[in-house]
Protein backbone atom coordinates (compact mmCIF):
# COMPACT_ATOMS: atom_id res chain seq x y z
CA UNK A 1 0.00 0.00 0.00
CA UNK A 2 1.42 3.32 -0.92
CA UNK A 3 1.89 6.22 1.57
CA UNK A 4 3.06 9.63 1.97
CA UNK A 5 5.05 10.49 4.83
CA UNK A 6 5.81 14.27 5.59
CA UNK A 7 8.60 15.56 8.21
CA UNK A 8 7.92 19.52 9.28
CA UNK A 9 11.06 20.12 11.01
CA UNK A 10 12.47 23.82 11.67
CA UNK A 11 14.95 23.10 9.35
CA UNK A 12 13.76 21.15 6.18
CA UNK A 13 10.24 20.03 5.17
CA UNK A 14 11.28 15.97 4.20
CA UNK A 15 8.46 14.16 1.79
CA UNK A 16 8.68 10.84 0.80
CA UNK A 17 6.36 8.04 -0.69
CA UNK A 18 6.44 5.41 1.27
CA UNK A 19 5.17 1.40 0.80
CA UNK A 20 3.81 -0.09 3.80
CA UNK A 21 2.80 -3.53 3.78
CA UNK A 22 4.02 -6.95 5.31
CA UNK A 23 8.03 -6.46 6.09
CA UNK A 24 9.59 -3.07 7.18
CA UNK A 25 8.35 0.23 5.32
CA UNK A 26 9.88 0.70 2.18
CA UNK A 27 11.07 4.06 1.47
CA UNK A 28 10.45 4.52 -2.41
CA UNK A 29 11.78 8.29 -3.24
CA UNK A 30 12.24 11.32 -1.04
CA UNK A 31 12.61 15.07 -1.44
CA UNK A 32 12.77 17.98 0.59
CA UNK A 33 12.87 21.59 0.58
CA UNK A 34 13.40 24.21 3.63
CA UNK A 35 11.57 25.86 6.16
CA UNK A 36 11.10 29.32 5.37
CA UNK A 37 9.01 30.23 8.45
CA UNK A 38 6.25 30.56 6.04
CA UNK A 39 2.32 31.12 6.60
CA UNK A 40 0.83 27.66 6.78
CA UNK A 41 -1.25 27.72 3.72
CA UNK A 42 2.12 28.56 1.61
CA UNK A 43 3.92 25.77 3.83
CA UNK A 44 0.52 23.06 2.73
CA UNK A 45 1.00 24.14 -0.49
CA UNK A 46 4.75 23.33 -0.80
CA UNK A 47 4.05 19.98 0.79
CA UNK A 48 1.10 19.40 -1.96
CA UNK A 49 3.48 20.05 -4.72
CA UNK A 50 6.17 17.94 -3.65
CA UNK A 51 4.13 14.78 -2.66
CA UNK A 52 2.12 15.32 -6.26
CA UNK A 53 5.48 15.52 -8.21
CA UNK A 54 7.06 12.64 -6.46
CA UNK A 55 3.66 10.65 -7.33
CA UNK A 56 3.88 11.61 -10.87
CA UNK A 57 7.71 10.87 -11.12
CA UNK A 58 6.75 7.18 -10.51
CA UNK A 59 4.14 7.28 -12.45
CA UNK A 60 1.31 7.58 -9.95
CA UNK A 61 -1.71 9.56 -8.96
CA UNK A 62 -3.22 11.08 -5.49
CA UNK A 63 -5.89 8.37 -6.03
CA UNK A 64 -3.09 5.65 -5.52
CA UNK A 65 -2.33 7.02 -2.14
CA UNK A 66 -3.96 5.52 0.60
CA UNK A 67 -2.97 8.16 3.27
CA UNK A 68 -1.11 10.60 3.93
CA UNK A 69 1.06 11.10 7.33
CA UNK A 70 2.55 14.41 9.00
CA UNK A 71 4.65 15.02 11.70
CA UNK A 72 5.00 18.46 13.53
CA UNK A 73 7.59 19.31 16.14
CA UNK A 74 4.73 20.31 18.75
CA UNK A 75 1.83 19.71 20.65
CA UNK A 76 -1.08 18.25 18.53
CA UNK A 77 -4.88 19.28 19.80
CA UNK A 78 -6.67 16.44 21.58
CA UNK A 79 -8.78 16.04 18.45
CA UNK A 80 -5.65 15.79 16.46
CA UNK A 81 -6.22 18.53 13.95
CA UNK A 82 -4.89 21.77 15.05
CA UNK A 83 -0.82 22.40 15.83
CA UNK A 84 -1.27 23.60 18.93
CA UNK A 85 2.60 24.94 20.19
CA UNK A 86 5.60 24.62 17.87
CA UNK A 87 7.75 26.84 20.03
CA UNK A 88 11.50 26.26 17.66
CA UNK A 89 8.96 27.15 14.71
CA UNK A 90 7.11 29.85 16.06
CA UNK A 91 3.35 28.42 14.98
CA UNK A 92 0.65 28.43 17.49
CA UNK A 93 -2.82 27.08 17.47
CA UNK A 94 -2.43 26.93 13.29
CA UNK A 95 -4.56 24.34 11.74
CA UNK A 96 -2.28 22.45 9.60
CA UNK A 97 -4.31 18.98 8.93
CA UNK A 98 -7.19 21.39 7.44
CA UNK A 99 -4.85 23.36 5.25
CA UNK A 100 -2.88 20.15 3.78
CA UNK A 101 -6.72 18.05 3.18
CA UNK A 102 -7.61 21.16 0.68
CA UNK A 103 -4.82 19.78 -1.73
CA UNK A 104 -6.21 16.43 -0.91
CA UNK A 105 -9.58 16.64 -0.16
CA UNK A 106 -10.53 12.37 -0.31
CA UNK A 107 -7.07 11.08 0.87
CA UNK A 108 -7.12 10.42 4.66
CA UNK A 109 -4.57 12.48 6.60
CA UNK A 110 -2.87 11.80 10.04
CA UNK A 111 -0.80 14.51 12.15
CA UNK A 112 1.46 13.17 14.85
CA UNK A 113 4.09 14.98 16.72
CA UNK A 114 7.82 14.26 15.29
CA UNK A 115 8.76 12.41 18.26
CA UNK A 116 5.79 10.13 18.70
CA UNK A 117 6.29 8.89 14.77
CA UNK A 118 9.97 8.47 15.38
CA UNK A 119 9.31 5.75 17.65
CA UNK A 120 6.61 4.51 15.99
CA UNK A 121 9.19 4.01 13.08
CA UNK A 122 12.05 2.57 15.65
CA UNK A 123 9.21 0.47 16.75
CA UNK A 124 8.29 -0.96 12.91
CA UNK A 125 11.08 -1.08 11.49
CA UNK A 126 13.93 -0.08 14.25
CA UNK A 127 15.40 -0.43 17.24
CA UNK A 128 12.24 -1.38 18.77
CA UNK A 129 11.16 -4.04 16.99
CA UNK A 130 9.71 -7.11 19.11
CA UNK A 131 9.79 -4.69 22.17
CA UNK A 132 6.72 -3.33 23.83
CA UNK A 133 8.66 -0.87 26.42
CA UNK A 134 10.94 1.36 24.56
CA UNK A 135 12.05 4.87 25.09
CA UNK A 136 13.46 7.25 22.15
CA UNK A 137 14.79 10.39 22.95
CA UNK A 138 16.11 12.39 19.99
CA UNK A 139 18.85 14.72 21.14
CA UNK A 140 17.98 17.81 18.59
CA UNK A 141 17.19 21.68 19.47
CA UNK A 142 15.30 20.95 22.27
CA UNK A 143 14.85 16.77 23.51
CA UNK A 144 12.55 15.02 21.49
CA UNK A 145 10.99 12.02 23.63
CA UNK A 146 8.37 9.05 22.06
CA UNK A 147 7.73 6.36 24.97
CA UNK A 148 6.06 3.26 23.30
CA UNK A 149 4.10 1.67 26.35
CA UNK A 150 2.60 -1.76 26.23
CA UNK A 151 3.28 -1.80 22.64
CA UNK A 152 1.67 1.45 22.05
CA UNK A 153 2.89 4.85 21.55
CA UNK A 154 2.08 6.71 24.70
CA UNK A 155 0.83 10.23 23.95
CA UNK A 156 -0.36 11.19 27.50
CA UNK A 157 -3.69 10.05 29.45
CA UNK A 158 -5.77 12.85 27.76
CA UNK A 159 -4.18 12.76 24.28
CA UNK A 160 -2.37 15.94 24.58
CA UNK A 161 1.05 14.80 24.02
CA UNK A 162 3.88 13.69 26.52
CA UNK A 163 6.59 15.96 27.15
CA UNK A 164 9.37 14.08 28.98
CA UNK A 165 11.39 16.71 28.05
CA UNK A 166 9.73 18.93 29.84
CA UNK A 167 10.16 17.79 33.42
CA UNK A 168 12.05 19.47 36.21
CA UNK A 169 16.30 18.61 35.98
CA UNK A 170 17.92 21.47 37.73
CA UNK A 171 14.43 23.57 39.52
CA UNK A 172 15.14 27.06 39.09
CA UNK A 173 18.10 27.07 37.07
CA UNK A 174 18.27 27.71 33.04
CA UNK A 175 15.34 29.21 31.87
CA UNK A 176 13.73 26.85 29.02
CA UNK A 177 11.62 28.22 25.72
CA UNK A 178 8.14 26.72 27.34
CA UNK A 179 8.27 29.30 30.15
CA UNK A 180 9.93 27.52 33.19
CA UNK A 181 13.36 27.24 34.10
CA UNK A 182 15.44 24.12 34.59
CA UNK A 183 13.50 21.75 32.30
CA UNK A 184 15.63 17.98 31.27
CA UNK A 185 15.76 19.47 27.54
CA UNK A 186 17.61 22.80 28.31
CA UNK A 187 20.73 20.07 29.94
CA UNK A 188 20.72 17.21 27.44
CA UNK A 189 19.55 18.57 24.13
CA UNK A 190 22.46 19.20 21.32
CA UNK A 191 21.58 22.81 21.71
CA UNK A 192 23.54 22.60 25.62
CA UNK A 193 26.14 21.38 24.02
CA UNK A 194 26.66 24.03 21.41
CA UNK A 195 25.72 26.68 23.90
CA UNK A 196 28.92 25.66 25.92
CA UNK A 197 31.03 25.38 22.92
CA UNK A 198 30.57 28.78 21.79
CA UNK A 199 30.72 29.84 25.26
CA UNK A 200 33.62 28.37 26.33
CA UNK A 201 35.29 27.82 23.16
CA UNK A 202 34.13 30.36 21.17
CA UNK A 203 31.67 30.52 17.91
CA UNK A 204 33.43 28.58 15.85
CA UNK A 205 32.00 25.62 18.19
CA UNK A 206 28.63 27.15 18.82
CA UNK A 207 27.64 23.50 17.18
CA UNK A 208 27.42 20.07 18.70
CA UNK A 209 29.26 17.98 16.07
CA UNK A 210 31.77 20.26 16.29
CA UNK A 211 32.45 20.21 20.45
CA UNK A 212 32.08 16.55 19.97
CA UNK A 213 34.79 16.11 17.21
CA UNK A 214 36.99 18.40 19.37
CA UNK A 215 36.57 16.38 22.13
CA UNK A 216 36.91 13.27 19.97
CA UNK A 217 40.54 14.72 18.82
CA UNK A 218 41.56 15.43 22.58
CA UNK A 219 41.09 18.82 23.09
CA UNK A 220 40.59 19.16 26.52
CA UNK A 221 37.55 21.77 27.29
CA UNK A 222 35.82 19.81 24.55
CA UNK A 223 36.30 16.82 26.52
CA UNK A 224 34.72 18.20 29.89
CA UNK A 225 31.65 19.58 27.95
CA UNK A 226 31.06 16.47 26.33
CA UNK A 227 32.06 14.30 29.59
CA UNK A 228 29.27 17.27 31.26
CA UNK A 229 26.90 16.19 29.08
CA UNK A 230 27.24 12.90 29.29
CA UNK A 231 26.56 13.25 32.88
CA UNK A 232 23.51 15.00 32.45
CA UNK A 233 22.15 13.07 29.61
CA UNK A 234 23.08 9.88 32.55
CA UNK A 235 21.22 11.32 35.56
CA UNK A 236 18.58 11.94 32.92
CA UNK A 237 18.06 8.76 31.32
CA UNK A 238 18.04 6.57 35.41
CA UNK A 239 15.18 8.92 36.25
CA UNK A 240 13.00 8.48 33.22
CA UNK A 241 14.29 4.29 33.82
CA UNK A 242 13.33 4.83 37.43
CA UNK A 243 9.62 5.55 36.22
CA UNK A 244 9.24 3.80 33.08
CA UNK A 245 11.56 0.87 33.31
CA UNK A 246 11.80 0.25 29.91
CA UNK A 247 13.56 -2.90 27.63
CA UNK A 248 15.18 -0.35 25.93
CA UNK A 249 16.51 2.99 25.09
CA UNK A 250 17.50 4.43 21.72
CA UNK A 251 18.74 7.45 21.40
CA UNK A 252 18.07 9.71 17.72
CA UNK A 253 19.21 12.57 16.31
CA UNK A 254 23.12 13.56 15.11
CA UNK A 255 25.12 13.07 18.42
CA UNK A 256 23.09 9.12 18.46
CA UNK A 257 26.23 8.53 16.08
CA UNK A 258 29.03 9.42 18.27
CA UNK A 259 29.84 5.91 19.34
CA UNK A 260 31.33 4.81 22.36
CA UNK A 261 32.85 7.80 23.46
CA UNK A 262 29.11 8.47 24.59
CA UNK A 263 27.69 5.09 24.59
CA UNK A 264 30.25 3.44 27.36
CA UNK A 265 30.22 6.16 29.73
CA UNK A 266 26.41 6.39 29.82
CA UNK A 267 25.60 3.05 30.37
CA UNK A 268 27.95 2.56 32.77
CA UNK A 269 26.09 5.84 34.45
CA UNK A 270 23.12 4.66 33.87
CA UNK A 271 23.52 1.56 35.77
CA UNK A 272 24.62 3.12 38.67
CA UNK A 273 22.40 5.51 39.05
CA UNK A 274 19.27 3.99 38.83
CA UNK A 275 16.94 2.97 41.37
CA UNK A 276 17.14 -0.63 40.46
CA UNK A 277 20.52 -0.63 39.61
CA UNK A 278 20.14 -2.21 36.29
CA UNK A 279 21.96 -2.59 33.17
CA UNK A 280 19.89 -0.84 30.77
CA UNK A 281 19.96 -1.61 27.15
CA UNK A 282 20.94 1.89 25.19
CA UNK A 283 21.63 2.15 21.63
CA UNK A 284 21.07 4.30 18.47
CA UNK A 285 18.09 4.73 16.83
CA UNK A 286 18.27 2.75 13.57
CA UNK A 287 15.81 4.70 11.53
CA UNK A 288 17.72 8.11 11.62
CA UNK A 289 17.33 10.79 8.78
CA UNK A 290 13.83 8.92 7.46
CA UNK A 291 12.64 8.27 10.96
CA UNK A 292 10.24 11.32 10.73
CA UNK A 293 8.67 10.04 7.08
CA UNK A 294 8.24 6.13 7.90
CA UNK A 295 6.71 7.04 11.00
CA UNK A 296 4.35 10.10 9.81
CA UNK A 297 3.56 7.22 7.03
CA UNK A 298 2.84 4.49 9.96
CA UNK A 299 0.71 6.80 11.65
CA UNK A 300 -1.90 7.22 8.50
CA UNK A 301 -2.30 3.24 8.08
CA UNK B 1 -15.85 -12.61 49.45
CA UNK B 2 -13.33 -11.98 52.67
CA UNK B 3 -9.78 -10.79 52.18
CA UNK B 4 -7.26 -9.62 54.74
CA UNK B 5 -5.07 -6.46 53.81
CA UNK B 6 -2.07 -5.50 55.40
CA UNK B 7 -0.03 -2.51 55.26
CA UNK B 8 3.76 -2.75 56.47
CA UNK B 9 4.86 1.48 56.85
CA UNK B 10 7.69 2.33 58.50
CA UNK B 11 6.10 3.80 62.05
CA UNK B 12 3.01 1.38 62.11
CA UNK B 13 1.90 -2.19 60.64
CA UNK B 14 -1.73 -1.93 59.92
CA UNK B 15 -3.91 -5.32 59.46
CA UNK B 16 -7.51 -5.38 58.47
CA UNK B 17 -10.46 -7.89 57.11
CA UNK B 18 -11.92 -6.24 54.24
CA UNK B 19 -15.16 -7.68 52.25
CA UNK B 20 -14.78 -7.48 48.61
CA UNK B 21 -17.57 -7.92 46.38
CA UNK B 22 -20.02 -5.60 44.27
CA UNK B 23 -19.77 -2.16 45.15
CA UNK B 24 -16.90 -0.70 47.62
CA UNK B 25 -14.16 -2.61 49.85
CA UNK B 26 -15.47 -2.73 53.62
CA UNK B 27 -13.15 -2.85 55.98
CA UNK B 28 -14.78 -5.16 58.74
CA UNK B 29 -12.16 -4.81 61.69
CA UNK B 30 -8.52 -3.50 61.92
CA UNK B 31 -5.93 -3.63 64.52
CA UNK B 32 -2.10 -2.10 64.29
CA UNK B 33 1.09 -2.63 66.07
CA UNK B 34 4.38 -0.61 65.84
CA UNK B 35 7.12 -1.24 63.19
CA UNK B 36 10.35 -2.58 65.40
CA UNK B 37 13.37 -2.61 63.07
CA UNK B 38 12.59 -6.47 63.77
CA UNK B 39 13.73 -9.27 61.71
CA UNK B 40 11.62 -10.41 58.94
CA UNK B 41 10.29 -13.74 61.01
CA UNK B 42 8.90 -12.34 63.73
CA UNK B 43 7.29 -9.14 61.75
CA UNK B 44 5.60 -12.25 59.80
CA UNK B 45 5.09 -13.92 62.60
CA UNK B 46 2.87 -10.51 64.23
CA UNK B 47 1.02 -10.03 60.93
CA UNK B 48 -0.09 -13.79 61.18
CA UNK B 49 -1.33 -13.66 64.84
CA UNK B 50 -2.82 -10.44 64.24
CA UNK B 51 -4.77 -11.71 61.11
CA UNK B 52 -5.65 -14.61 63.15
CA UNK B 53 -7.22 -12.81 65.87
CA UNK B 54 -9.55 -10.57 63.78
CA UNK B 55 -10.54 -13.11 62.10
CA UNK B 56 -11.41 -15.14 65.50
CA UNK B 57 -12.73 -11.69 66.81
CA UNK B 58 -15.14 -11.50 63.69
CA UNK B 59 -16.19 -15.90 64.23
CA UNK B 60 -14.02 -16.77 61.08
CA UNK B 61 -11.58 -18.62 60.43
CA UNK B 62 -8.45 -19.18 57.93
CA UNK B 63 -10.21 -21.03 55.29
CA UNK B 64 -12.68 -18.19 55.02
CA UNK B 65 -9.81 -15.77 54.03
CA UNK B 66 -9.73 -15.74 49.84
CA UNK B 67 -6.32 -13.98 49.77
CA UNK B 68 -4.30 -12.32 51.67
CA UNK B 69 -2.32 -8.79 50.54
CA UNK B 70 0.69 -7.17 51.55
CA UNK B 71 2.06 -3.46 51.06
CA UNK B 72 5.77 -2.84 51.64
CA UNK B 73 7.53 0.66 51.62
CA UNK B 74 9.75 -0.25 48.85
CA UNK B 75 10.91 -1.93 45.62
CA UNK B 76 9.48 -5.69 44.91
CA UNK B 77 11.44 -7.80 42.32
CA UNK B 78 9.64 -8.90 38.90
CA UNK B 79 8.32 -12.54 40.01
CA UNK B 80 6.64 -10.49 42.76
CA UNK B 81 8.47 -12.35 46.13
CA UNK B 82 11.07 -10.64 47.74
CA UNK B 83 10.94 -6.98 49.05
CA UNK B 84 14.17 -5.37 47.35
CA UNK B 85 14.76 -2.13 49.14
CA UNK B 86 13.00 -0.33 51.54
CA UNK B 87 15.21 2.30 52.26
CA UNK B 88 12.96 3.71 55.10
CA UNK B 89 12.80 0.40 57.09
CA UNK B 90 16.56 -0.95 56.44
CA UNK B 91 14.91 -3.96 54.74
CA UNK B 92 17.11 -5.57 51.65
CA UNK B 93 16.56 -8.56 49.91
CA UNK B 94 13.88 -10.14 52.07
CA UNK B 95 11.50 -12.63 50.86
CA UNK B 96 8.73 -11.47 53.17
CA UNK B 97 5.63 -13.03 51.03
CA UNK B 98 7.44 -16.73 51.26
CA UNK B 99 7.73 -15.69 55.47
CA UNK B 100 4.18 -15.20 55.57
CA UNK B 101 3.28 -17.85 53.50
CA UNK B 102 4.57 -20.23 56.18
CA UNK B 103 1.83 -19.11 58.59
CA UNK B 104 -0.65 -19.42 55.95
CA UNK B 105 0.05 -22.22 53.69
CA UNK B 106 -2.63 -22.27 51.91
CA UNK B 107 -3.73 -19.07 51.12
CA UNK B 108 -3.15 -16.85 48.14
CA UNK B 109 -1.05 -13.75 49.18
CA UNK B 110 0.33 -11.27 47.02
CA UNK B 111 2.89 -8.14 47.27
CA UNK B 112 2.66 -4.77 46.19
CA UNK B 113 4.23 -1.72 46.57
CA UNK B 114 2.43 0.93 49.35
CA UNK B 115 1.72 3.65 47.09
CA UNK B 116 0.77 1.64 44.34
CA UNK B 117 -1.72 0.08 47.02
CA UNK B 118 -3.00 3.58 47.46
CA UNK B 119 -3.40 4.21 43.88
CA UNK B 120 -5.29 0.94 43.33
CA UNK B 121 -7.56 1.78 46.61
CA UNK B 122 -8.77 5.28 45.26
CA UNK B 123 -9.17 3.62 41.88
CA UNK B 124 -12.09 1.39 43.43
CA UNK B 125 -13.11 2.81 46.44
CA UNK B 126 -11.91 6.85 45.95
CA UNK B 127 -11.08 9.57 44.25
CA UNK B 128 -10.46 7.96 40.85
CA UNK B 129 -13.39 5.36 40.38
CA UNK B 130 -14.50 6.13 36.58
CA UNK B 131 -11.30 7.52 35.34
CA UNK B 132 -8.49 5.64 33.42
CA UNK B 133 -5.68 7.78 33.68
CA UNK B 134 -4.63 9.31 36.80
CA UNK B 135 -1.95 10.31 39.66
CA UNK B 136 -1.24 9.18 43.52
CA UNK B 137 1.49 11.46 45.13
CA UNK B 138 1.65 10.66 48.80
CA UNK B 139 3.48 12.86 50.49
CA UNK B 140 5.38 11.19 53.52
CA UNK B 141 8.82 9.88 54.24
CA UNK B 142 9.27 10.10 50.99
CA UNK B 143 7.11 10.66 47.87
CA UNK B 144 5.06 7.75 47.04
CA UNK B 145 3.67 7.26 43.58
CA UNK B 146 0.48 5.65 42.12
CA UNK B 147 0.56 5.73 38.48
CA UNK B 148 -3.17 4.69 36.98
CA UNK B 149 -2.84 4.38 32.99
CA UNK B 150 -5.42 3.20 30.78
CA UNK B 151 -7.13 1.78 33.97
CA UNK B 152 -4.55 -0.40 35.31
CA UNK B 153 -1.89 0.54 38.22
CA UNK B 154 1.33 1.25 36.41
CA UNK B 155 4.45 -1.07 37.67
CA UNK B 156 7.11 -0.08 35.01
CA UNK B 157 7.34 -1.61 31.72
CA UNK B 158 9.70 -4.59 32.76
CA UNK B 159 7.54 -4.80 36.30
CA UNK B 160 10.36 -3.49 38.82
CA UNK B 161 8.21 -0.77 39.87
CA UNK B 162 7.56 2.92 38.67
CA UNK B 163 9.44 5.20 41.08
CA UNK B 164 8.55 8.85 40.42
CA UNK B 165 9.90 10.19 43.86
CA UNK B 166 13.64 9.49 41.88
CA UNK B 167 13.37 11.51 39.02
CA UNK B 168 15.71 14.09 38.61
CA UNK B 169 14.74 17.92 40.13
CA UNK B 170 17.67 20.01 41.31
CA UNK B 171 20.63 17.41 40.15
CA UNK B 172 23.80 18.13 42.10
CA UNK B 173 21.66 19.28 44.88
CA UNK B 174 20.68 17.97 48.25
CA UNK B 175 21.19 14.28 48.71
CA UNK B 176 18.22 11.01 48.41
CA UNK B 177 18.30 8.25 50.31
CA UNK B 178 18.55 6.45 47.08
CA UNK B 179 21.98 7.59 46.34
CA UNK B 180 21.49 10.23 44.34
CA UNK B 181 21.61 13.79 44.92
CA UNK B 182 18.68 16.44 44.24
CA UNK B 183 15.48 13.56 43.54
CA UNK B 184 11.67 14.79 43.32
CA UNK B 185 11.25 12.96 46.74
CA UNK B 186 13.59 15.21 48.23
CA UNK B 187 11.75 18.58 47.77
CA UNK B 188 8.18 17.62 47.64
CA UNK B 189 8.48 14.71 50.77
CA UNK B 190 6.77 15.78 54.27
CA UNK B 191 10.28 15.60 55.31
CA UNK B 192 11.92 18.32 53.14
CA UNK B 193 9.03 20.63 55.19
CA UNK B 194 9.96 18.57 59.02
CA UNK B 195 13.47 19.76 58.12
CA UNK B 196 12.89 22.87 56.96
CA UNK B 197 11.02 23.53 60.24
CA UNK B 198 13.85 22.41 62.45
CA UNK B 199 16.51 24.07 60.38
CA UNK B 200 14.76 27.39 60.42
CA UNK B 201 12.37 27.62 63.74
CA UNK B 202 13.78 24.60 65.74
CA UNK B 203 13.23 21.48 67.27
CA UNK B 204 9.57 21.83 68.06
CA UNK B 205 9.17 22.46 64.45
CA UNK B 206 10.61 19.26 62.56
CA UNK B 207 7.46 17.94 61.99
CA UNK B 208 5.35 18.49 58.48
CA UNK B 209 2.15 19.12 60.52
CA UNK B 210 3.91 21.69 62.88
CA UNK B 211 4.88 23.87 60.63
CA UNK B 212 1.49 23.88 58.88
CA UNK B 213 -0.12 24.48 61.59
CA UNK B 214 2.04 27.47 62.67
CA UNK B 215 1.99 28.79 58.86
CA UNK B 216 -1.91 28.75 58.71
CA UNK B 217 -1.59 30.86 62.42
CA UNK B 218 -0.19 33.39 60.93
CA UNK B 219 3.94 32.79 61.88
CA UNK B 220 5.75 34.15 58.73
CA UNK B 221 8.99 32.01 58.29
CA UNK B 222 6.52 28.94 59.13
CA UNK B 223 4.59 30.50 55.96
CA UNK B 224 8.21 31.02 53.91
CA UNK B 225 8.46 27.11 54.09
CA UNK B 226 4.74 26.20 53.48
CA UNK B 227 4.83 28.32 50.44
CA UNK B 228 8.54 27.08 49.24
CA UNK B 229 7.12 23.53 49.55
CA UNK B 230 3.68 24.08 48.06
CA UNK B 231 6.25 25.78 44.69
CA UNK B 232 8.33 22.65 44.61
CA UNK B 233 4.78 20.43 44.23
CA UNK B 234 3.60 22.73 41.91
CA UNK B 235 6.70 22.20 39.92
CA UNK B 236 6.58 18.32 40.40
CA UNK B 237 3.28 17.99 39.26
CA UNK B 238 3.47 20.13 36.38
CA UNK B 239 5.93 17.93 35.03
CA UNK B 240 4.21 15.08 35.99
CA UNK B 241 1.19 16.36 33.32
CA UNK B 242 3.62 16.94 30.90
CA UNK B 243 4.39 13.63 30.74
CA UNK B 244 1.17 11.98 31.97
CA UNK B 245 -1.47 14.08 30.91
CA UNK B 246 -3.98 12.53 33.60
CA UNK B 247 -7.50 13.44 34.33
CA UNK B 248 -6.89 13.88 38.36
CA UNK B 249 -4.23 14.33 40.46
CA UNK B 250 -4.72 12.90 43.77
CA UNK B 251 -2.24 13.91 47.27
CA UNK B 252 -2.02 11.63 50.03
CA UNK B 253 -0.48 11.47 53.66
CA UNK B 254 -0.95 13.65 56.29
CA UNK B 255 -0.43 16.69 54.53
CA UNK B 256 -3.13 16.48 51.83
CA UNK B 257 -5.76 17.64 54.98
CA UNK B 258 -3.93 20.78 54.03
CA UNK B 259 -7.12 21.72 52.53
CA UNK B 260 -7.45 25.36 50.84
CA UNK B 261 -3.73 26.68 51.73
CA UNK B 262 -2.65 23.85 49.78
CA UNK B 263 -4.69 23.62 47.22
CA UNK B 264 -5.57 26.81 45.90
CA UNK B 265 -1.85 27.68 45.50
CA UNK B 266 -0.96 24.44 43.76
CA UNK B 267 -4.02 24.33 41.35
CA UNK B 268 -3.14 28.04 40.22
CA UNK B 269 0.79 27.36 39.59
CA UNK B 270 0.05 24.22 37.99
CA UNK B 271 -1.96 25.18 35.63
CA UNK B 272 0.80 28.36 34.70
CA UNK B 273 3.29 26.17 34.65
CA UNK B 274 2.24 22.60 32.56
CA UNK B 275 3.31 23.04 28.85
CA UNK B 276 -0.66 22.84 28.03
CA UNK B 277 -1.73 25.21 30.14
CA UNK B 278 -4.42 22.77 31.50
CA UNK B 279 -6.06 23.47 34.38
CA UNK B 280 -6.04 19.68 36.17
CA UNK B 281 -7.85 18.66 38.59
CA UNK B 282 -5.61 18.55 41.91
CA UNK B 283 -8.09 16.66 44.87
CA UNK B 284 -7.05 15.08 48.55
CA UNK B 285 -6.88 11.38 48.00
CA UNK B 286 -10.45 9.43 49.52
CA UNK B 287 -9.50 5.92 51.14
CA UNK B 288 -6.76 8.35 53.41
CA UNK B 289 -5.70 5.99 56.16
CA UNK B 290 -7.37 2.57 54.88
CA UNK B 291 -5.51 3.19 51.67
CA UNK B 292 -2.99 1.06 52.34
CA UNK B 293 -5.15 -2.17 53.62
CA UNK B 294 -7.87 -1.73 50.96
CA UNK B 295 -5.63 -1.45 48.20
CA UNK B 296 -3.61 -4.50 49.55
CA UNK B 297 -6.83 -6.58 49.70
CA UNK B 298 -7.95 -5.34 46.38
CA UNK B 299 -4.54 -6.76 44.64
CA UNK B 300 -4.83 -10.47 46.61
CA UNK B 301 -8.41 -10.52 44.65
Given at each position: MLYAG???????????????????PKVLSKTSFPFAKAPCDALCENIAISIRQLLFRDGKDIPDLKGIGLTVPGSIDQAGEVLLHAYNMGYHNVPVKAELQKHFPDTHINMINDAKAAALAELKAGAFKGKKNALLLTLGTGLGTGLILDGKVFNGGCNRGSEIGHLPFKYGADHCTCGMDGCMEVYTSATWIARQGRDRLGENFADAKAVKDAAAAGDLVAKEIFDEYTDNLAT??????????????????????????LYEPLKKLVAQRNFFKNEYEIVPAKTLNDAGVIGAAISAV
Open positions: VDIGGTNIKVALIEIGKGDAIAGLCNVFDPEIVALGGGLSAAGDM
